[in-house]
């Protein structure tokens, strides 16, 4: 339902969100000071609506759930969505909520589904009274699955996308971190796409694998900077679009290992390796469909996918 190509132009989508969207504030035109965290200003979002007009992106935008209120959540949607328009896509409340109360320690234990579920209907109802028809992307879980189904079912007609997370190991610098068991995770993968997949099909959704890269805590210097993640991230989006995903966002940032795009010398950004893989992924599905491929290759680490253009 979701094919690669047929010709139409395939948008980019800049998911904002992370770790970081629960140390966000906002400060809307009639706000006094605010300090501390990351202070969000309508002048913000009018540059990041001039950047998504420049390149002609979609947005999915994240809300502090974590750390947040409904009434300010509902004021920087509001703005929000006036200033990006038809680019939004949607509105994320909250990011890898089943990690609140144990990795994240911003919920007491236990906090399980149902809670996130009371909490995100507040979200979502103060933010649809300022955006009538608000669309939203979720749950952004980073490893229990078992909350999906759940939460699409509360969600109900308000979901635009259905969403979770995807490491293929970690803890940076965990001792059995390595290059060889990188370049051997992709059947790990092969469970959660199925999942997603059935999740998919029964309710008419599109997936996103929204959140993903190598390596778990910003990445592990000498592996997921390395040029075999070329070939790793290659594998993962053929995997995904093999699946009917809707797409994949790499989680970047200067200071990260496993950034794409990253700063180089004489503070100039520069490609790294894992860039070149998603710049050969564009380049082999532009246009096209994927087509049913079977590879036999006894004992060796190899994968094999084909696409077919209309020429």
Request: hydrophobic share 45%; glycine share 12%.
């Amino acid at each position: 339902r979701w094919p690669l190509g047929s010709g139409e132009r395939r948008e980019g989508v800049l998911r904002l969100g992370g770790n970081s969207s629960e140390a966000t504030l906002w400060r809307g035109p009639s706000d006094g000071h605010k300090g501390g965290g990351i202070v969000i200003t309508p002048t913000s979002i009018d540059t990041l609506a001039a950047l998504l007009a420049s390149l002609d992106w979609r947005l999915i935008y994240g809300l502090n759930l974590a750390r947040g209120n409904p009434e300010e959540a509902a004021d920087e949607a509001a703005y929000v969505a006036q200033a990006a328009g038809r680019r939004l896509l949607a509105f994320e409340i909250g990011n890898e909520p089943d990690g609140f109360a144990s990795w994240r320690g911003v919920r007491s234990w236990p906090y399980d589904v149902d809670a996130f579920i009371a909490e995100w209907k507040r979200f979502r109802a103060a933010i649809v009274s300022r955006v009538p028809g608000a669309r939203f992307a979720g749950p952004a879980i980073a490893n229990q699955q078992g909350w999906i189904r759940p939460f699409v079912d509360a969600a109900g007609d308000s979901l635009a996308l259905v969403t979770r997370h995807y490491y293929a190991d970690g803890p940076a610098f965990a001792s059995y971190v390595s290059l060889a068991r990188l370049m051997t995770s992709a059947p790990n993968f092969e469970p959660i796409l199925v999942e997603m997949r059935s999740i998919s099909d029964r309710y008419g959704l599109p997936f996103r694998i929204e959140e993903t890269n190598s390596i778990y805590l910003e990445g592990q210097p000498g592996v997921s900077d390395s040029f075999a993640t070329a070939l790793w991230g290659l594998e993962l989006m053929f995997q995904v679009a093999a699946a009917g995903g809707a797409g994949v966002n790499f989680h970047t940032g200067d200071t990260k290992a496993y950034t794409p795009i990253g700063l180089g010398e004489g503070s100039r950004h520069a490609a790294r390796p894992l860039y070149y893989g998603m710049l050969m992924f564009k380049e082999a599905v532009r246009g096209a469909s994927m087509l049913p491929a079977r590879l036999v290759a006894p004992g060796l680490n190899m994968a094999a996918y084909a696409t077919r253009v209309a020429d």
